[in-house]
């Protein structure tokens, strides 16, 4: 179907945008990896006392993994958002180019180049001592998961960008998603927290997200969570995707 | 039968920005394989109207048929046969000559993208620059990409939105050249533009856009019957010989401006009544200091349309 056949072309060409400018990948693994080394080696032992028998690393590595993610996001939201000022934009919509190959195509690269993040941050995660007896099942449910949220967040990201009246402004709804990871189970139980704050951590979309791979990762098992962050990663990629092809269709150059 | 044989077939369109009607009701006919220039200055509605043929905008009423199918019902088969070269190069500066002559193929379904984009390469002489990304590339450089990008996939008609604004006069006849050559290809060109002689020199038929109306429509030696003839601006020395030429020269159309002692005096055009003037001028011992002849602009151009059209209303 030439749909598809022109969403790969559109890829093609943000992933090439995205292997010409190296410093943007190292900027996504860096400061994941950094938080890692500086949560696990300075905090580790003090958080260590809460947690019991799980190890540090192997409770945080999850939010780590979200982390990288949600840097990585931001960046599809600069690029479209950079497009709709340059004006290439005006020639792809003169073209028999279906609106959804033209968002997807920014889509599937940055699915494609947040998954290869993650797997440098887990890579370097197994480093520092992340292990972990997760069979095949487990492992394919966690991927699963780590891609839809990724493709979620990337619609939400190409949204933000339509919307968003200067480049360096694109990115800023990332600063939101990185406060939530540490307003969750992410770095600490949620039972540590004030009421409040608890009651915040344990509704919010991160929380059974981050639990359901930790449960993965560690247990074994999918965990009570799952079905809750199927459902927000989902319903946030159904509405993203809803509302950014109705804002690309009426935008006016 | 040939049910269309005009490329475009524009019909009371209308557009409002904001409380602003930019297009009051416009209609023109282009021919096809014929070069149209929709001529106007800036703020005439000329983007606004490329934009509604191109599918980028939506008239708020009226229809505008192009290549047979209609742009607000049928947009994508409009899109099939349509290029669109904007003002600015909308190319690709990350990617390379070549990657956006490919991926525009790609994206066109042609045969053989990588083939298409060496031939281009070629016509447009690029190929020493191919694999170097775009934005190394020189003004001249990313024009000529922008138009070769434009004619991958053989559209039958390529709009050309104000195409030497700002260029110098080589890059400019380059453009003219590219652009006649198109054409004598076969593919049907709608331009906009605010040079008269940019009109002039490539349209078969122009047609003038003011405060969103088509004031004036026919070929260039239609319309040049109706321009003002020759402008000629003399510079005299001082106010008093100002006021004796303003006195002598009673027969004659002009407008003065005391304060650069000038005064632009309306002729025909021929040497002959240029050599009147001046004579007339020297026999009444008026010195002229200065004279210089001014082609007529489009503020000219509307202004004796305008009166034309309130002397035929009265």
Redesign the interface.
């Known amino acids: 179907m ?1 749909m598809i ?2 969403t790969w ?1 559109m890829a ?2 943000s992933l ?2 995205t292997t ?2 190296m410093d943007t990948i190292i900027t996504v693994v860096i400061t994941p990896i950094a938080m890692m080394l500086l949560f696990v080696y300075v905090f580790g032992e003090s958080f260590q006392k809460s947690l019991g028998d799980v190890k540090y690393i192997d409770f945080i590595t999850p939010a780590i993994i979200i982390m990288t993610v949600v840097s990585g996001i931001a960046y599809a939201a600069v690029r479209l958002s950079m497009d709709l000022q ?3 934009i ?8 279906a609106p959804s190959s033209i968002l997807g195509g920014h889509a599937m690269s940055s699915t494609l180049s947040n998954l290869f993040s993650s797997f440098l941050v887990l890579l370097v995660a197994l480093l520092i001592g992340f292990r972990t007896d997760a069979g095949i099942a487990e492992w394919s449910m966690f991927i699963g998961l780590t891609v839809l949220f990724t493709l979620a967040t990337t619609w939400l990201a190409i949204l933000m960008g339509l919307f968003a009246k200067t480049m360096e402004g694109a990115g800023a709804f990332s600063y939101i998603l990185l406060f939530l990871i540490f307003l969750s189970s992410g770095f600490t139980p949620v039972d540590n927290m004030a009421p409040a704050l608890r009651w915040f951590a344990e509704n919010q979309p991160m929380t059974p997200i981050i639990e359901t791979m930790r449960s993965l990762l560690t247990n074994g098992t999918i965990g009570d969570s799952a079905g809750v962050a199927l459902a927000w990663c989902v319903g946030l990629l159904v509405v993203a995707y809803v509302l950014a092809l109705r804002v690309y269709k009426t935008k ?2 | 039968m040939e049910k269309y044989t005009a490329a475009i077939t524009v019909d009371q369109l209308r557009k409002s920005y904001k409380k602003v009607d930019v297009l009051k009701g416009v209609s023109f006919s282009v021919e096809k394989g014929s070069i149209f220039a929709l001529l106007g200055s800036n703020g005439a509605g000329k983007t606004t109207t490329i ?1 509604i043929l ?4 939506n008239a708020d009423s009226g229809t505008a048929i192009v290549d047979g199918s209609d742009v607000a019902k049928d947009a ?2 409009v ?2 046969h ?3 070269t ?1 003002q ?1 190069a ?6 390379t000559g070549r ?1 956006n002559l490919e ?2 193929g ?4 042609v045969a053989n993208p990588a083939e298409t984009a060496a031939k281009l390469l070629d016509q447009f002489d690029l190929q020493d620059a191919a694999d170097r ?1 775009v934005a190394t590339y020189s003004g001249g450089m990313r024009r000529r990409l922008d138009i070769a ?1 434009s004619l991958i996939g053989s559209p039958s008609i390529i709009f050309f939105d104000e195409p030497t604004t700002g260029l110098d006069p080589q890059s400019r006849n380059s453009m003219w050249e590219t652009i006649k050559s198109l054409a004598d290809n076969g593919t049907t060109i709608f331009l906009t533009t605010q040079y008269l002689e940019e009109a002039d020199q490539l349209a078969d038929k122009i047609a003038i856009l003011n405060k969103g109306k088509i004031v004036a429509e026919g070929t260039p030696a239609a319309l040049k019957k109706l321009l003002p003839h020759g402008q000629v601006e003399l510079k005299f020395q001082n106010e008093k010989q100002l006021a004796a030429a303003i006195k002598l020269l009673t027969s004659y159309q002009t407008t003065q401006d005391e304060e650069s002692l000038s005064l632009a005096v309306t002729t025909d055009g021929t040497v002959a009544q240029l050599t009147q003037l001046l004579t007339k001028l020297e026999s009444a011992h008026i010195e002229v200091t200065e004279f210089t002849q001014k082609a007529p602009t489009l503020d000219d151009v509307f202004l004796k349309i305008v009166n034309d059209n309130k002397e035929k209303k009265s």
Not at chain 2, 54 to 57: A, E, F, S, V, Y
Not at chain 2, 90 to 95: G, N, P, T
Request: glycine residues 4%; hydrophobic residues 35%.
């Open positions: 030439s056949k022109d072309t093609k060409r090439r945008h010409r400018s340059k004006g290439i005006n020639r792809f919509k003169t073209m028999p180019v006016t150059i | 934009n191109t599918t980028l905008l994508t088969n899109r099939k349509i290029s669109l904007g600015f909308a190319v690709d500066d990350i990617l990657e991926m525009i790609d994206l066109r379904h990304r990008m």
